[in-house]
């Protein structure tokens, strides 16, 4: 057998036998540093399993001789952290939102969390950013319907918009006016038009001119004669560009005619005071608060 061996003549080193294409392969043996160090490897993951939880159980896994365990040291953690913020939370539990904004050592405490509460509970509709999209308002520009202040912003935080298990809730409902017959579809593209021309955008002008006197009798109770919006009453500016619905010509057709009305949870009961607060001034600093 051992006759059979071949040997390149080149390196002296016998192949495996194997060919392509007319090149052969040697034999070459592992390095020595690579053997020892694979058997460290092995040695090492025994020795691993022993102390530490490895080997996936039924309902759980093998724990170590050691007891470790990532989720203890993560609570260990997240108390440590707790203990070291507990003035600060205590300090924001007990100060208004507008006091907490004026302290600028609590201030930046409540925004840096407040921006993790934001992700947590937030981004979903808001987005990561805050800059919402249709049907989800933005929080950095300045268009507040309930008004931008840092108090304005943590009362519809702490109670929602709409939200049926809060009896403090902001409620406003605008009426159906085509559902509901109040006003026939010339009517409502007449004053939708009107409405386009509060905000700067192209309309037509007979339209829109029809459009101011059914505007008059319909909407200014709400929405202010010029369209600046009535905040007491939850009912938005007209008079800009920026749109929750949109501001095409159907689109406000469409919400005139028939609604759309937004809920947003309120927060207090699932959040708690404290991260409310936080959530507050976050949103008020991200720029578009008043």
Known sequence: MADEREIDPVTGVETTGHSWDGIKELNNPMPRWWLWTFYATIAFSLVYVVLYPALPLINSATKGVLGWSSRADLRADIASAQARNVDRIEAIKASSVTDIAADENLRQFAISAGNAAFKVNCVQCHGSGAAGSAGYPNLNDDAWIWGGGVEDIYTTILHGVRYGDDDE??????????????????????????????????????????????????????????????????????????????????????QVGTPQHGVMPGWGGRLGEVTAKQLAVYVHSLGGGE
């Not at 600046?228 to 929750?244: C, F, H, K, N, T």
């Open 169 to 254: 809730t902001r409620i406003s409902e605008m009426p159906a006016f085509g559902r509901d017959e109040i006003l026939d579809r010339e009517q409502i593209a007449a004053v939708a038009a009107y409405v386009r021309k509060l905000s700067g955008q192209e309309a037509d002008a007979a339209a829109a001119a029809s459009g101011a006197t059914v505007y008059a009798d319909n909407c200014a109770a709400c929405h202010g004669e010029a369209g600046e919006g009535v905040r007491e009453l939850g009912a938005p500016r007209l008079a800009d560009a920026l749109w929750l619905y949109g501001g095409s010509q159907s689109e406000i057709m469409a």
